[in-house]
Structures are given as C-alpha cells and as structure tokens.
C-alpha cells in the first residue's frame, strides 16, 4: 500500500520561508520512473502544481513560482522536500504531495494535505 | 498559462447522468492524451479517477467514464449516487518545456 503524508509549520509569518516534508511508503525513489509532485489549493481556489522530482533527480517546478521553489529528496529517508521562499498571505492554502510517473501524467495517490496560513 | 475551464457547478439526481466539461487549448488537453480527473472531498486526499482521457483506476466504478474532442475533455458520471458528491478536477499534461501540468478551476457536483 502507497501512502504520502505531508507535514510542516501550519503558520509562518510574510517573507519567511516555507519547508514542507513529504514522507512516503510503499514505493521508492530510486525506482525508474517514479516521481513526487507538490500541488496547493488556496481556500475556495483550484489546484496547482508547483514542483515535481523524478528518481533521477529531474527537477521541474511552475514557470510563475519557479524562482521561489526548491524541491530535493532524500532517498534514505523516503522523503521529499519542498521550499518556498518569500511566503506571502497569498501563498495560504493546502499544501499536497503525490506519486507520479515519468511514462505517464498523472498523481496517484495523494497524500492528506497540510493546511498553511500566513499571516503576521 | 491559464488553468483549464471547468463548470463551477453540476448537480443531479441520483441516479440520473451528468457530464464535466474541462476545456483547455492545443498546448495541453488538444495536444496530448494525458488528460487526468481527481475527485475531492474537502479534508480527505483527492483521488485519480480517470488519466489518459479514458482510462479507469482499479477500483473506480465503472458509472465513471472520460472522453476528449478536440481541446475539451469531459468527465461523465453515469447512475449518480449520494457518495459522488465532491469536488471534481481536470489535469492535463502541458509539455517538457514550460508549465508541466495545468489543472482545471473545478466542479462542484451536488446530488439532488
């Protein structure tokens, strides 16, 4: 059984730096062809990728965000991490992490999501 | 790039049919058949529903069913039930360049 579970600080402050940990099981990142995808949900907004990581250490993030993200695993620890600089109150939402495929576009599964608030 | 266009809202009664549109452009849903449908349920994690514009996860009943023409795919729920009722959004594949994947703005379906 494939779970994904993400976590992090559910209040950080404008201008600070965001650092989401994605923690799986049931797959591996080593395995070819598997990736990890981050996507967030702003309150009564629809979803948006942000970044994605392959087994290979391919890195790829949304063109509008890109300069603010840094997304890294650590295969030992079944862990994918996500970074997002420079916080703003817009940048409040669910944060979600999922598998994904290199031969094929989708997310399945998903983890939970963790609800971030900023706010000073 | 925008998101994909979605209804904001569907409803039906159970039992009956209703169909989510998803339009987008050639450079994603009319470029590639990489379309993909997630449903969520406010708290829970989204669940993939379709992917490759028609096919159908393990486990997904088969009331679930996707198509694609041209660069609008649609999302059809056959024989609505009480359980269906959630949010609902596209995804498509955008290509290795630019913006890797985009997704819809979502749909609410409400069962009546």
């Known amino acids: 059984q494939i779970t994904l579970k993400e976590s992090g600080p559910t209040l950080v402050k404008p201008t600070q730096t965001l650092t989401l940990t994605c923690t799986f099981s049931?797959?591996?990142?080593?395995?070819?062809?598997?990736?990890v995808g981050w996507m967030r949900q702003p309150p009564g907004k629809a979803l948006e990728w942000l970044a994605l990581?392959?087994?290979?250490?391919?890195?790829r993030y949304s063109p509008s965000l890109k300069t603010r993200l840094t997304i890294t695993k650590d295969t030992s620890k079944n862990q994918v991490v996500l970074t997002m600089t420079n916080m703003d109150p817009a940048d409040t939402g669910s944060y979600f992490c999922?598998?994904?495929?290199?031969?094929?576009?989708?997310?399945?599964?998903w983890g939970q999501g963790t609800l971030v608030t900023v706010s000073s | 790039q925008s998101a994909l266009t979605q209804p904001r809202s569907v409803s039906g009664s159970p039992g009956q049919s209703i169909t989510i549109s998803c339009t987008g452009t050639?450079?994603?849903?009319?470029?590639?058949?990489?379309v993909s449908w997630y449903q969520h349920h406010p708290g829970k994690a989204p669940k993939l529903m379709m992917f490759?514009?028609?096919k159908r996860p393990s486990g997904v009943p088969d009331r679930f069913s996707g198509s694609k023409s041209g660069n609008t795919a649609s999302l059809t729920i056959s024989g609505l039930q009480a359980e269906d009722e959630a949010d609902y959004y596209c995804?498509?594949?955008?290509?290795?360049?630019?913006?890797?994947?985009?997704f819809g703005t979502g749909t609410t379906v409400t069962v009546l």
């Open positions: 990581i392959f087994w290979d250490d391919g890195k």
């Open positions: 999922a598998q994904a495929f290199s031969a094929d576009w989708f997310f399945d599964p």
């Open positions: 995804c498509s594949y955008a290509g290795s360049f630019t913006l890797l994947y985009v």
């Open positions: 049931g797959f591996s990142l080593t395995t070819s062809g598997v990736g």
């Open positions: 050639s450079s994603d849903v009319g470029g590639y058949n990489y």
């Open positions: 490759d514009v028609d």
